[in-house]
Every structure is written in structure tokens, then in C-alpha cells.
């Protein structure tokens, strides 16, 4: 049996069975699918962070990374974003799998120039967009894009096609990537063109006041895994203009897997996430936004076209395949 192995450089201390909690982010909660799916091929897999007894969930083994046997020879490692980590592992094949676009200056600020030069790396980027940032010198070993998807939650439930929700929409991103800049556009182009208009959106690190409340500007709930695929199907759109740093969008992914148009400027890696009338909008500028915006919210038509449109291409990226492009690349190579 061939074996794989993934190594977090965080101090988290995890396992599968917190995938439907609140502490794991998209990357960790991604690679735990990844994982899984591999088992379910019939590959050994271990999951090493800073966990502190050894578990076994869902057929992945999750133990301390400082426990890693160097007599084993694994046939891929994966390391999350920092080659440092390879230091622990034997491997024939050694795989970064990045999270972030990693400039030069944070290539060396980071300390990864020396254990790139010694474990010879493949960067595993997961966009077009992260592809083309990621130079040359912070990947001479060479560079892929295998892209993630959503929780099988996300794709296996049910969707009702007939089902209009209220006319709210959604932000359920970090508050620091451009929400500001959404809020002014709904403050001045989308909630004057109709009082029944609702934005909800995350609550960390906002000052919620009055001034939102009076132009029907929410707080979300935040909950488990379950209860926001509750959530989402409750609104009509995900509003977000994207970021310079987004380098996946899960949240679009999963959003896209609900039947749930996003409306967007494509900033980052939302051009890659996004296909225009597809699975959402592009706009071109603020106005365009808000014209979307409120089309999907004021047009009921208009809406139910585009949820019968994203049913039909749901199911289009699932773990499987996705899995299959990792063995086919790096293990069966």
C-alpha cells in the first residue's frame, strides 16, 4: 500500500473529527477531505500537526509531527506552505502545497530558500491567479495548480429549485477584505433602491453601528459547518468584491455548490472562482456590482435561471477528482 503523508506547519492541534467545528480554516479543513478521499483510494495516510495523542478518523492517522518515523519512506509528502517542515520526513516526492501568493520578500523572511534548495519541492498553487504570482524564485522546483473544493455537505444536499429566499444577500468573509468598500456600495447604490433590501455579514473585527442597522446591515450567527449550509440557502447571492490576497475563495466554492449566485469583481482568485452568467457575476466596476446585486434580489425570474443554471453544473469538481489529479501527478508518476 502506497502511503502519503501531510504536515501542518501551524500550532493547531487537530484531527478530522473537528471538521465540523469552528477552530479549523479552509486550508486545514481541506486537506482533512483530501485526506479522506485518499483513504477511500486505498492509500495510507497520515495527518501531522501539533496534536498530542494519536487518532484514527475516518481511516486518516493523526499524530505529532515530532513523531514522524524517518525509517519510513513515504511515497508523497505534503507540506503546508513552509518547506521547513519537510526536515521531518523521507519522501519520494516532496510537495508544498501553498496558501498564500509568497513574495521574494516573504520567501526569505520565512526561511524557505535553504530547505527548497535541499528537499527540491513541487509548488502546488491553486488558481490561475496564485499561479502566475508565485515567480519563479519562489518555485524553481516547478509549480502545479490542483485546486480544492468544498465539503461534500456543501454538494450532497438537497436543493429545492423553486425556492426563492428573502431578498437578503450574504458576506461571510473576513471583515478586512473589503467590506468597506461593499458597505459603501450598499449604503449608496443597492439599499436606497428598495427598504426591503438585507446584507448580512460576519461579525469580527466591525463596529456595528447604528448607521448599519438603519441601512438593514446584519450581523451573521456564526456556527458549525452544518447550520451555515442552513444559513446560506437563506439568501439570494454572496456579495464580495474578492481580495488582492484570496488565493482559493473556499467560501465562494462552497456558496457555488449551494446554488448561490456570488457577486463579485473578480478581484484575486475570483476571476478563477467565478464564470460570468455561469455561477455568478463579474461586474465591471461599483455600479455594475450593485445592478447585479439587486437583479438577483428584486427579479425572482431572473433568480430561479441562475439557480437552475448552477444545478445543472454543481457536481462538475468533486474530491474525487481532485485526488485523482494529486495521484496522477505525484504518486503514480
Given at each position: 500500500?502506497?502511503?502519503?503523508?501531510i504536515?501542518d506547519n501551524?500550532?493547531?492541534s487537530?484531527s478530522?473529527?473537528?471538521i465540523?467545528?469552528?477552530?479549523?480554516r479552509g486550508?486545514?479543513?481541506s486537506?482533512?477531505l483530501?485526506?479522506?478521499?485518499?483513504?477511500r483510494m486505498?492509500?495510507?495516510?497520515d495527518?501531522c500537526?501539533e496534536?498530542?495523542?494519536?487518532?484514527?478518523?475516518n481511516g486518516?492517522?493523526y499524530?505529532?509531527k515530532?513523531k514522524?518515523?524517518?525509517?519510513?519512506t513515504y511515497?508523497?509528502?505534503?507540506a503546508?506552505?513552509d518547506a521547513?517542515?519537510?526536515k521531518f520526513?523521507?519522501?519520494?516526492k516532496?510537495?508544498?502545497f501553498?496558501v498564500?501568493n509568497?513574495?521574494i520578500e516573504?520567501f526569505l523572511r520565512?526561511?524557505?530558500l535553504l530547505?527548497?534548495?535541499?528537499?527540491k519541492p513541487?509548488?502546488v498553487?491553486?488558481?490561475n491567479y496564485q499561479?502566475k504570482?508565485?515567480?519563479?524564485?519562489?518555485?524553481?522546483?516547478?509549480?502545479?495548480?490542483?485546486p480544492?473544493?468544498?465539503d461534500?455537505k456543501?454538494l450532497?444536499?438537497e436543493?429545492?429549485p423553486?425556492?426563492?429566499?428573502?431578498?437578503q444577500?450574504?458576506y461571510?468573509i473576513?471583515?478586512?477584505?473589503?467590506?468597506?468598500r461593499?458597505?459603501k456600495?450598499w449604503?449608496?447604490?443597492?439599499f436606497p433602491?428598495?427598504s426591503?433590501?438585507?446584507?448580512f455579514?460576519t461579525?469580527?473585527?466591525?463596529?456595528?453601528?447604528?448607521k448599519?442597522?438603519?441601512?438593514?446591515?446584519?450581523?451573521?450567527?456564526i456556527g458549525?459547518?452544518?447550520?451555515m449550509i442552513?444559513?446560506?440557502k437563506e439568501?439570494?447571492?454572496?456579495t464580495y468584491l474578492?481580495h488582492?490576497?484570496?488565493?482559493?475563495t473556499?467560501?465562494?466554492e462552497?456558496?457555488?455548490?449551494?446554488?448561490l449566485?456570488?457577486v463579485t469583481?473578480?478581484i484575486?482568485?475570483?476571476s478563477d472562482?467565478?464564470?460570468?452568467?455561469?455561477?455568478g457575476f463579474?461586474?465591471?466596476n461599483?455600479?455594475?456590482?450593485?445592478?447585479?446585486?439587486?437583479?438577483?434580489m428584486n427579479d425572482?425570474?431572473f433568480?430561479l435561471?441562475?439557480k437552475?443554471?448552477?444545478?445543472?453544473i454543481r457536481?462538475k469538481?468533486n474530491?474525487?477528482y481532485?485526488?485523482?489529479?494529486?495521484?496522477?501527478?505525484f504518486?503514480d508518476n
Open positions: 500500500m502506497k502511503r502519503i503523508i504536515i501551524s500550532n493547531l487537530y478530522g473529527n473537528d465540523n467545528g469552528t477552530i479549523l486550508t486545514e479543513t486537506l482533512i483530501l485526506s479522506e478521499q485518499f483513504v486505498g492509500y495510507q495516510v495527518y500537526n496534536i498530542n495523542n494519536f487518532s484514527n478518523v486518516v492517522n499524530f505529532n515530532k514522524i518515523n524517518k525509517s519510513t511515497d508523497l509528502a505534503i503546508i506552505s521547513n517542515q519537510l520526513v523521507s519522501a519520494l516532496k510537495v508544498i501553498s498564500s509568497q513574495p516573504k520565512k526561511k524557505q530547505p527548497f534548495l535541499k528537499f513541487t509548488v498553487t491553486l488558481c499561479f504570482k508565485r515567480s519563479f524564485f519562489t518555485s524553481f522546483y516547478g509549480k502545479e495548480i490542483i480544492i473544493t468544498s461534500p456543501f450532497n444536499h436543493i429545492n423553486n425556492y426563492i429566499p428573502k431578498k444577500v450574504v461571510n473576513r471583515s478586512n477584505r473589503n467590506l468597506d461593499l458597505i456600495i449604503i449608496e447604490k443597492i433602491k428598495n426591503e433590501f438585507k446584507l455579514i461579525p469580527d473585527l466591525i463596529d456595528y453601528n447604528d448599519l442597522k438603519k441601512n438593514n446591515i446584519f450581523l451573521r450567527k458549525s459547518r452544518n447550520e442552513d444559513e446560506l439568501y439570494r447571492a454572496l474578492g488582492k490576497s484570496d488565493i482559493f473556499l467560501t465562494a462552497e456558496a457555488v455548490k449551494l446554488c449566485p456570488v469583481l473578480g484575486g482568485s475570483l472562482r467565478v464564470q460570468h452568467f455561469e455561477n463579474i461586474a465591471k461599483d455600479q455594475d456590482f450593485a445592478d447585479y446585486t439587486i437583479k438577483l425572482d425570474k433568480y435561471q441562475m437552475s443554471k448552477m444545478l445543472a457536481h469538481n474530491w474525487e481532485i485526488a485523482k489529479k494529486w495521484i496522477k501527478k504518486v
